[in-house]
C-alpha cells in the first residue's frame, strides 16, 4: 500500500519561501510509471494542481505558477519537493501531494494546511 | 486551459435515491483523460473513476461513470450514507490538468 506523507511549516510569511517535503512509502519513486504530484485547496474551495515531476527530473508545472514554483524529487530518500516563492496570503491552501497515473491521481497524502501571514 | 463546470452545485437527495452528477468541459475532453473524485470533510480526494467509466481499485459498483467530448456524467444508482460529499471531475487531455468546482451531494 503506497502512503504519502507531507512534512513542512504550516505558518510563512508573507513574500517568503513555501518548502514542503513528501515522503513516500510502500513503493518506489524510481520505478517509474507515475508522476508524482502537488496539489492544492484553498480553504473551503475546490482544487488546483501545482505541477508534477518525474524520477527522472523531468517536470511540468501550472503556467499560472511556474514563475513562482520549483518541484524536485530525491530517490534516494524517496521523496519529492515543493518550493513556492514569494508568497501572499492567496497561497494559504491544504496542499496534498499524490501520485498520478495520469489517468487519475490514485494515492494522495493526508494534506497539510499552510498558512500565509505574517 | 480547459474549464470543467459542474452541475447541480449541491444536490439533496435521501439514501437509496439516484444521484446524476454532470461535468461538461469547455472544449472536447478524449474520454480517457477525465476523472472523477469524492471528497469528504477533512480529508483528501479518493479516485473513484478514471477513464471517463472505469472504476478505481476498491471502488463500490453503484459508482459509474459515463460520456464523452464535453458532456460527463457520474451516477450512483443507489445512495448509501456513506457517499454524501462533495464529488469533482479533473480532466488530463490538455495541460494544465484542471478540475471543477465541485458538487455536493447533501441528504435531504
Known amino acids: 500500500q503506497v502512503q504519502l506523507q507531507e512534512s513542512g511549516p504550516g505558518l510563512v510569511k508573507p513574500s517568503q519561501t513555501l518548502s514542503l517535503t513528501c515522503t513516500v512509502s510502500g513503493g518506489s519513486i524510481s520505478s517509474g510509471g507515475y508522476y508524482w504530484s502537488w496539489i492544492r485547496q484553498h480553504p473551503g474551495k475546490g482544487l488546483e494542481w501545482i505541477g508534477y515531476i518525474y524520477y527522472s527530473g523531468s517536470t511540468y508545472y501550472n503556467p499560472s505558477l511556474k514563475s513562482r514554483v520549483t518541484i524536485s524529487v530525491d530517490t534516494s530518500k524517496n521523496q519529492f519537493s515543493l518550493k513556492l516563492s514569494s508568497v501572499t496570503a492567496a497561497d494559504t491552501a491544504v496542499y496534498y501531494c499524490a501520485r498520478d497515473m495520469r489517468l487519475g491521481v490514485d494515492y494522495w497524502g493526508q494534506g497539510t494546511l499552510v498558512t500565509v501571514s505574517s | 486551459e480547459i474549464v470543467l463546470t459542474q452541475s447541480p452545485g449541491t444536490l439533496s437527495l435521501s439514501p437509496g435515491e439516484r444521484a446524476t452528477l454532470s461535468c461538461r468541459a469547455s472544449q472536447s475532453v478524449s474520454s480517457s483523460y477525465l476523472a472523477w473524485y469524492q471528497q469528504k470533510p477533512g480529508q483528501a480526494p479518493r479516485l473513484l473513476i478514471y477513464?471517463?467509466?472505469s472504476r478505481a481499485t476498491g471502488i463500490p459498483d453503484r459508482f459509474s461513470g459515463s460520456g464523452s467530448g464535453t458532456d460527463f456524467t457520474l451516477t450512483i444508482s443507489r445512495l448509501e450514507p456513506e457517499d454524501f460529499a462533495v464529488y469533482y471531475c479533473?480532466?488530463?487531455?490538455?495541460?494544465?490538468?484542471?478540475f471543477g468546482p465541485g458538487t455536493k451531494v447533501d441528504i435531504k
Open positions: 477513464g471517463a467509466s
Open positions: 479533473q480532466q488530463y487531455g490538455s495541460s494544465p490538468p484542471t
